[in-house]
């Protein structure tokens, strides 16, 4: 039998990859898991108008819809694979890619002011200040977690100061207007509802420390699949183009999904929501950075680690999206 060249093996080895059924041919995408979130509009748009689907089903390629409670949940999915793209606020990715979760950031689907801290309507609270010593619910690995610690800080204070009832959003709402706990770091649409339902009040606002909704991809999934991230962008642009521009039927999509009444929904996406972003850019990066350093300072980043590194190594700003 004659010797084979080394060379001349591995040639033989590259052509079988590329063989259909071959013993290394890498499988073909047959669904793309993403998630849809009450935080994330857009991604109600995109979910109730099929526009993934109508995009994939030349493919072959099925979508897989999976609701996320919070920055928390989507992570936890993406650190799984249980989910390939997943909605979060900037500062909690930023912290997840420091704890070790393999994402990358690659755009923004809206500029909220979608927490603040929130007490009931006959609270003595008036200030951060008054925090000392009240239970306060709240979200770890969010942004209205990150929102309490930054706003903690400014006031000279840290979570040690307060006792912490570690509740999703929801249940955080309902704590609150039960008496259980003192103070709530909420998020919309729970927040817009408790405002107008039961008088709660937002003690303490600061858009700025409101870090970008941004939409994550696992990083192996964009090294394996760009084209397809590109075209999931593509069509993400297109449903959040559509938001701005069909307002009444965002709101009843919305209420729909949510079983929330108009005003509610009025309060979360006309007066606390901006959709007119898409890139990562300059202003998404200075936020996500400055509420890292913020973490920092208060000691939920370990002092060692190199926050604008790790911002670089997150974000992934070379998918190409539609020109506006």
Known sequence: MPMISRRALAGLIAIWTLIPGGAYAAEPLKEIH???????????????????????????ISIV???????????????????????????????ARINGNPIKSIYVYSRPEWTALVTTKDSTIKTV??????????????DPHIFLVRALLGAGMSEKDITPVLLQHP????????????????????????????????????????????????????????????????TYEEARKYSLANYDDLKKTFMTITKLPGNVVDKQLKERTELTHNRIGAPQRESILAA????????????KVDVKAALDSLIDDQVPLPTN
């Open 171 to 234: 249940d955080g709402k309902t704590a609150l207007i039960r008496g259980d706990v003192d103070a709530w770091a909420g998020l919309d649409p729970m927040m817009a509802q408790a405002e107008i339902e039961d008088g709660a009040r937002l003690f303490f606002r600061d858009p700025a420390a409101n870090t970008w909704g941004i939409l994550n991809v696992r990083e192996q999934f964009l090294k394996d699949n760009p084209d397809v991230v590109r075209r999931v962008l593509a």
């Open 129 to 142: 200040a008054d925090l000392r010593g009240k239970r306060v619910a709240v979200t770890r690995g969010t």
């Open 65 to 95: 819809w999976v609701q996320s409670a919070g920055s928390n949940k989507a992570l936890e999915f993406l650190n799984a694979g249980s989910i390939d793209f997943g909605s979060t606020a900037g500062s909690a990715a930023l912290v």
């Open 292 to 303: 890292g350093l913020a973490l920092q300072q208060a000691g939920v980043i370990d002092a």
């Open 34 to 60: 993403i998630d849809w979130a009450t935080y994330n509009p857009v991604s109600m748009i995109l979910k109730q108008k099929g526009l993934l689907e109508k995009e994939f089903a030349k493919d072959g």
